[in-house]
């Protein structure tokens, strides 16, 4: 039987949230990838994506630090995307204006499940702490 590699949906949140705060706004990024990708024909879609939505499901919900330290880690994931000529740009979650004003609180991409290669995506994966429910 052939090696397939699996993949899981990471979310980086914003550390200064409560622990249910933190869930709604991963819930969002997660719905914000979805939302996107489901538009694209298959082809189109994020390596990975259709595997995970219909098979794999796996979501792992990681520490971004603070707005500062969340933008440089989707800054990171979305240079290698771009060096490496592949389509699976993270996808960002930002409050309205009139409730967090416009405070980017957590972002979601789907990526190989196993992390233990040395691209940027995977240190900046096993860099973040997991999220754990206080």
Known sequence: MPNVEKYSCYVFVHTHLSAIQKGVQAAHAVAELVNHETKLPIENQSV??????KK??????????????????????ALEDSRNGQDSLPYIWREDAETLGTLVTAFAVIF???????????????????LRAT
């Open 48 to 53: 990975g994506f259709d595997q995970w939505i």
């Open 112 to 130: 190989k499940s196993n992390c233990s290669g040395g691209s940027i995506r995977e240190q900046i994966i096993r860099d973040c702490s997991l």
């Open 56 to 77: 794999d499901k796996t979501m792992i919900f990681l520490d971004g630090g603070n707005t500062k330290q969340l933008w440089g880690k989707y800054h990171q994931f």
